[in-house]
């Protein structure tokens, strides 16, 4: 009798589960039809948004407590989080966060260590990209493992640091070399962080042991006043969410691909680029105002004091909006965009590329990475390709400006500055539009009958003014400024 009422109850239980599970997955699929999103994205959303609940509980009950405790906590989250998201497919990160604390424990601080993990991680990253591929943007568990390939090797080249003499190492990598040994549980929580885990930002192994060890709050021993910063920044959030939602069925991508696109005049063509170049990256924005906000409500985003004593909360900033919405140059956007990638790839990349001797070779394998880095398609390198070569015209014609007296007197008479801005801003955004028009569609065909229909306008534009600068600058700036230059 005992035996068959357990089986009862067993089955039941397992009815309940089945039961649950279904009900769950249809809210979502219910839920998400409705709002005209895929199950995938909203299950991303309501991820990011419960780093809030997650974080006051932490502030509220273990913010000083054990390390042991907070990493357990982060870890199971992050899991939590994954699984959510990706279901079973989480081992991937599992299996590559084991893998690297052998790699650090086994190999210790060498050389070895740092290659090894660039070529494993990168190598997963790039086989998970191409086992998973489609023509289309899918939130798969590549999204976030992209996020923790970058992680684990800063990891690697931290410690490595860490087993240099200080002199040997510049002011910045003091701050980050790592000098003790992380454990297992140390490593996971770092790489579990749920206000980080699915779309970054890119922090360091120190500054999350400062989190750990209650260090990260503008007031000594009490929980971080980082409260309204946080919701600032959530509230922003919002602000972009809303905008994107609002507008996403009326600008998309797909419409580039369309008869209509084409039917329509050059002029036309190039507004509706214009205007998606600028609207398509709410998106990325919209997330990593809301994950900031969660990392600056644990504490994470504490970045020490002003000159005038006021906290600031900008360590984990992955944009500066107010340079976003007005640059009107391409280096104002991307010093405002993704900062921290930028950042990383700047610290653990660029950098260590010195010993080239060639800052524009260096800063070409840099794009390079970064565009294997976030995926296989042809659009990618071409998106990066198109960025190399715009931020070289700009710096040419941002010199032949500032040395050529006739130029500078134009470009200062105050009348003209909001004509100069409007005619900057639409260049800026028409090409923006442009190189993002490349990262979005993703493969060849698609990009290719985009920028066929615009006649190549942008390689066209960018390749003439790369040759013909040199010649204007050689015409128009005096041979004593050249001199003076020189000297």
């Not at 990253?125 to 992680?151: E, Q, R």
């Not at 070289?392 to 470009?411: G, H």
């Not at 028009?437 to 493969?443: D, E, H």
Request: proline fraction near 3%; charge should be positive; glycine fraction near 8%.
């Amino acid at each position: 009798m005992a035996s068959a009422a357990e089986g009862d109850v067993g089955t039941v239980a397992e009815l309940a589960r089945v039961l649950r599970w279904g009900f769950d997955e249809l809210s979502l699929n219910k839920l998400a039809t409705s709002l005209g999103a895929s199950e995938q994205a909203l299950r991303l959303i309501i991820s990011i948004f419960m780093g809030y609940p997650l974080a006051l509980f932490f502030r509220r009950y273990l913010f000083f407590k054990d390390s042991y405790l907070i990493h357990l906590f982060h870890t199971f989250t992050g899991l939590s989080i994954a699984y959510f998201n990706f279901g079973n497919q989480l081992y991937h990160s599992l299996l590559c966060v084991v893998l690297q604390f052998l790699i650090l424990r086994l190999m210790g601080r060498t050389i070895t260590a740092v290659l090894t993990t660039y070529c494993f991680q990168m190598a997963y990253l790039l086989a998970g990209y191409y086992y998973t591929a489609t023509g289309n943007y899918d939130i798969k568990w590549t999204m976030p493992h992209c996020v923790l390939t970058l992680k684990l090797i800063g990891l690697a080249v931290d410690y490595f640091d860490g087993g240099k003499d200080l002199n040997s190492l510049s002011s910045e990598q003091q701050k980050y070399a790592i000098r003790g040994v992380p454990s297992l549980l140390e490593v996971a929580g770092f790489s579990y962080f749920y206000g980080a885990f699915l779309v970054g930002p890119q922090f360091s192994m120190n500054h999350y042991m400062k989190l750990v060890q209650g260090q990260l709050t503008d007031i000594p021993g009490k929980i971080p006043n980082s409260t309204i910063p946080a919701l600032k920044r959530l509230g922003l959030g919002l602000v972009y969410l809303v905008g994107y939602t609002l507008l996403s069925p009326h600008i998309t991508e797909d419409y580039l691909l369309t008869e209509d696109y084409e039917n329509h005049s050059f002029w036309f063509r190039c507004m509706y680029m214009l205007l998606w170049g600028k609207f398509v990256l709410y998106k990325y924005v919209t997330c990593w105002l809301v994950t900031e906000g969660v990392c600056i409500l644990t504490g994470l985003g504490f970045n020490d004091f002003d000159e005038r004593g006021k906290a600031k909360w900008d360590a984990c900033a992955n944009m500066k909006v107010w340079l976003f919405e007005t640059t009107p140059r391409f280096t104002g956007t991307i010093a405002s965009f993704n900062i921290n990638t930028n950042a990383w790839v700047a610290r653990y990349f660029f950098k260590r590329l010195k010993f080239l001797g060639n800052k524009e070779l260096s800063q070409g394998l840099s794009l390079l990475f970064l565009a294997l880095w976030h995926g296989l398609h042809s659009g990618y390198l071409v998106c990066f390709q198109m960025e190399f070569l715009i931020v070289i015209v700009e710096r040419q014609a941002a010199r032949l400006i500032q040395e050529s007296p006739t130029l500078s007197n134009l470009a200062s008479i105050t009348v003209l500055q909001p004509f100069y801005y409007l005619v900057q801003q639409t260049i800026h955004w028409l090409f923006m539009g442009y190189s993002m028009t490349a990262f979005c569609l993703f493969t060849w065909d698609k990009w290719f009958k985009v920028y066929k229909s615009i006649y190549f306008l942008g390689h066209v534009f960018f390749l003439s003014l790369l040759f013909i600068l040199p010649y204007v600058h050689k015409a128009m700036v005096p041979r004593k400024e050249k001199l003076k230059k020189m000297g």
